[in-house]
């Protein structure tokens, strides 16, 4: 099959529990690489530079737009996210597919810059089972679950332009699913070309 890796945006509601499935996936499996991407927003209790996120001023993340060193950047919540494109190249490159966790801006950005970018949704069963999950967390006010619904439910009129819906009810059978996904992309005819072009030199003489 051809070497090159696969490009993959999993984009989610928050609450959708597409880290936990992401930290997952990598675990179990050696051909995923996780692009880490840059923000402007504070680090959290608990992360660390270079881990979730390389944390950057606004200036330094203007100057990585202006030297075209992001494939995609946002604005959410006043703050800028954007992709680092050298790993990402490198990564495709060297046959490993690449998962960036993005919102979906980016998610539409990418698949206009390269449209055979796999696009997978995350979202729990229900609403119902959003919300709580949200408020299970414990970790968050009342208020901020209400935004978190109010932009779920905007975020949730972009659903239908990803190319698979990933429904998170049972966390195991979600990472299974999502591997089956990816691995049956693998196979489209559009990703084998030198496979195709092989096979029809190999037949001509018959
Ligand atoms: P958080 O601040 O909760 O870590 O992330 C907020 C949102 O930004 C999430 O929906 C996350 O997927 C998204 N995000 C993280 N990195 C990037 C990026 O590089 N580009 C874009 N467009 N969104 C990102």
Do not use: W
């Amino acid at each position: 099959m051809d070497g090159r890796g696969i490009l993959i945006v999993v984009s989610g509601f928050s609450g959708s529990g597409k880290g936990t499935i992401m930290n997952e996936i990598i675990r179990r499996y050696n051909n995923y690489a996780l692009s880490v991407s840059a923000t402007t927003r504070n680090p959290r209790p608990g992360e660390t530079e270079g881990k979730e996120y390389f944390f950057k001023s606004v200036e330094e993340f203007e100057k990585m737009i202006a030297k075209d060193e992001l494939i995609e950047y946002a604005r959410y919540v006043d703050n800028y996210y954007g992709t680092p494109r050298a790993y990402v190249e490198e990564q495709l490159e060297a046959g490993k597919d690449v998962i960036l966790e993005i919102e979906i801006q980016g998610a539409i950005k990418v698949k206009e810059k390269f449209p055979d970018t796999l696009l997978l949704f995350v979202t729990p069963p229900t609403a119902e089972e959003l919300r709580k999950r949200l408020v299970g967390r414990g970790t968050e006010t009342m208020d901020v679950i209400d935004f978190r619904m109010k932009r779920a439910k905007e975020e949730s009129l972009g659903m239908d332009r990803y190319d698979y819906l990933i429904i998170n009810d049972v966390l195991e059978d979600c990472v299974e699913e999502m591997h089956r996904i990816i691995q049956g992309e693998h196979r489209r005819s559009f990703r084998n070309q030198a496979f195709i072009e092989h096979m029809k030199e190999e037949l001509k003489g018959e």
